[in-house]
């Protein structure tokens, strides 16, 4: 199945951006629209933090444990995802750009690296799904990183 890429643009710097994503729990402020339940094991950041957590998209939930396998300041993460009993395996990648005019680019890149009969017959629906979701990730993220820089 071909990826699905969502970006945004924010004021905080590169440096920001990935000092808050590089925190497993943080995610669960921005994606808690349709990934409940979390639960959080291995180091609060960095490579081996992880996070069990359940999915609810387009009418169905299943559990899916996301590990953070490359972290590289303050550029990109890259996290795993294992779901549907290990026949779905995916990559997660945030990738940060500084911006000429200050701020920065995120992108997230969802790449399916296995993935159930069902999914692959459905792809389009499947991958319009994702990139719906993961557009309001982003929105809700850039609203996240506004608190946090504001709080610190």
């Known amino acids: ?13 590169p440096e920001q951006v990935y000092d808050f994503l590089d925190v497993m729990a943080h995610h669960e402020r921005f994606t808690d629209h349709y990934l409940t339940g979390w639960r959080y094991s291995g180091p609060a950041r960095g490579v081996g933090s992880c996070a069990t957590v359940t ?19 303050p550029r990109r993460i890259v996290e795993h995802n294992v779901s549907a009993a290990g026949r779905r395996t995916a990559h997660g990648t945030y990738a940060l750009e500084p911006l000429r005019t200050g701020g920065t680019h995120i992108s997230f890149t969802y790449a399916w690296v296995r993935a159930p009969l069902a999914d692959r017959l459905l792809a389009p629906v499947v991958r319009a799904t994702m990139r719906h979701a993961n557009r309001t990730v982003m929105r809700r993220l850039a609203t996240e990183l506004t608190r946090h820089v504001s709080a610190t």
């Not at 199945?1 to 710097?13: A, F, G, L, N, R």
């Not at 999915?55 to 300041?73: N, P, R």
């Open 1 to 13: 199945m071909k990826p699905v890429t969502v970006s945004i643009d924010v004021p905080e710097t």
């Open 55 to 73: 999915v609810a998209l387009g009418g169905t939930k299943t559990d899916v444990t996301i590990e953070v396998v490359e972290a590289e300041a």
